[in-house]
């Protein structure tokens, strides 16, 4: 299904495509078709940004020729900024449905690419939107200290979360990124906090007790009693009400504007931990050298 968007974009440009999002979806891009075969891809995808820019797409003659037509529909199809952003969409949709075994770009990576680049947009399932009508908080930032199976699980289970915000659905939301804040501290096991004690807990208020033990007198100290505040709450049936259930009587449940504050300081804290995380890491191989 083509990608939805407001109708006068289509015929009244809103704006160009910042230069360096192009450059970042043309390495997308050639992610996609060096799944293959190549040239047959490289003109697939020249078509539809052809189609974007307004121009015909003649074969190339090559592969090398192939990769340089395309990059020029695409420097003119930027000029529109959403029908660029959908001639991507649309191409990657195409594709995969004559070879279902492509990869796609996840829809968290293009949103991360336009916010990255600021480029006032953002993709919610097959509709384009503004950015500022999807007031949603930073991605949290990756760890270089874990690996990128681990990283991708935090940005799907993120991207999960905004589509529940989206949805109306706060209860679930707060629950997936409670759920992943348990899972983000499960990758303290075994490290050793500044203190030099090593962090044994094997479940999340064990680690976060040990975290705030072992870092007296830093900042992780406040975190992790923050975090285990929130955490409590949530979990109460008589509080958030969103991990225990919630009590028939006396319990309650976020409305979305509870929501969206419980995912935002859930976000900030898992963000501040995959920080910490990363400098455990460092500090630890410091110490072995």
């Not at 395309?70 to 660029?84: Q, W």
């Not at 990758?187 to 705030?212: C, P």
């Amino acid at each position: 299904m083509p990608l939805k968007f407001e109708n006068s974009w289509r015929f009244r440009s809103p704006g160009p495509l910042p230069l360096a999002a192009v450059h970042d979806f043309e390495t997308l891009l050639h992610r996609v078709v060096a799944q293959g075969p190549q040239f047959s891809m490289l003109e697939h995808f020249k078509k539809f940004f052809a189609g974007a820019s307004g121009t015909a797409a003649p074969s190339s003659s090559s592969v090398d020729w192939a990769i340089s037509d395309l990059r020029t529909v695409m420097r003119g199809a930027a000029e529109n900024a959403p029908l660029f952003i959908a001639a991507f969409y649309d191409a990657c949709e195409t594709a995969q449905v004559t070879r279902p075994d492509i990869m796609l770009p996840p829809e968290d990576v293009v949103n991360h690419l336009l916010s990255e680049h600021a480029a006032g947009y953002t993709l919610r399932g097959d509709t384009l939107l503004t950015a500022s009508a999807q007031p949603t908080v930073a991605i949290v930032p990756s760890a270089p200290s874990l690996a990128e199976s681990a990283q991708q699980l935090i940005r799907l289970s993120l991207a999960q979360a905004d589509t529940f915000l989206d949805q109306d659905k706060p209860r679930q939301a707060v629950q997936e990124v409670l759920w992943l804040l348990e899972t983000v501290s499960t990758a303290f096991q075994g490290m050793a906090s500044d203190s030099g004690a090593t962090i044994q807990g094997k479940y999340f208020n064990t680690i976060v007790a040990d975290l705030r033990r072992g870092g007296k007198g830093k900042t992780i100290e406040r975190v992790a009693e923050w975090i285990t505040t929130l955490h409590g709450y949530l979990s109460s049936p008589t509080g958030g009400g969103v991990r225990h259930g919630t009590h028939l009587v006396d319990g309650d449940q976020p409305d979305a504007a509870e929501g969206r504050l419980f995912c935002n300081l859930a976000r900030s804290y898992i963000g501040f931990l995959l920080a910490e995380h990363g400098r455990l890491t460092k500090r630890n191989q410091d110490v072995c050298v």
